[in-house]
């Protein structure tokens, strides 16, 4: 089994989502693919806790390179987008969504995959980023959340946008194991301010 090639960049992590991708017709006859690959103030839940984009997350940081694969498989690029230039389209939508669209190139598998959106076999859509800032609200009985939420504020890279065969969550263990850090660390603050308050009250004893 071939690896897969996020699993070489640190920090990165990856997220399916549902709406369709359509394809329309160019002035030339041409096959123009356009989906969106992440909706933004939308809380979804990724099991060990939920997940919600700010909108503004994506402002400020398209213009890297970024390609478009089908089904995150770098053997398939479908387009290419550098410093804002290229064959690859990727934009934040008047919704403030991340979206995409692309011409549909002159490769076999590109044309099949268009064959595959226009008959819905292939409907949804995915994007691998690395995040640069997060704020997490971790759950209890005064705010009623069920699960910690994650709210991403601001994305570091769009790694790809992927048009994608099954929608699946299935890369989350880096928003997990950030969690955990946080977790640890506030437990680790709340006893070192523990500790503070038991030594200025024994030094208040002292003094009496």
């Known amino acids: 089994m071939k690896e897969d090639y996020i699993n070489n960049i640190e ?7 549902s709406p369709n991708i359509e394809v ?5 006859g041409n096959g123009v693919v356009e989906g969106v690959a992440a909706v933004t103030e939308s809380t979804t839940d990724l099991g060990p806790y939920s997940e919600r984009i700010a909108r503004g997350a994506f402002d ?6 970024i390609v478009a694969l089908f089904n995150h498989d770098a053997n398939f690029p479908l387009a290419r987008s550098i410093n804002g230039v290229g064959t690859l389209k990727v934009f934040v939508n008047p919704e403030g969504h991340l979206a995409y ?5 002159n490769r076999s598998y590109a044309k099949d995959l268009l064959d595959a959106i ?12 690395q995040v ?3 704020v997490w609200t971790y759950a209890d009985e005064f705010n009623g959340l069920e699960k910690d ?3 991403i504020t601001a994305f570091k890279r769009v790694i790809d946008v992927s048009p994608v065969t099954y929608e699946a969550y299935h890369d989350t263990s880096v928003g997990a194991r950030s969690l955990d850090t946080l977790k640890t660390e ?3 603050i709340t006893e070192a301010r523990k500790d503070l308050a038991d030594f200025d009250l024994e030094l208040l004893r002292q003094e009496i």
Not at 11 to 17: N, S
Not at 101 to 105: K, L
């Open 11 to 17: 920090g990165a992590e990856r997220r399916f989502i």
């Open 24 to 28: 329309r017709e160019d002035e030339a």
């Open 60 to 65: 400020n940081m398209l213009n890297g390179n």
């Open 101 to 105: 669209r692309y011409n549909t190139p």
């Open 118 to 129: 226009r008959t819905k076999d292939v409907s949804k859509s995915s994007f691998a980023f």
């Open 132 to 134: 640069e800032s997060e």
């Open 149 to 151: 939420l994650r709210t």
């Open 186 to 188: 506030l437990k680790r």
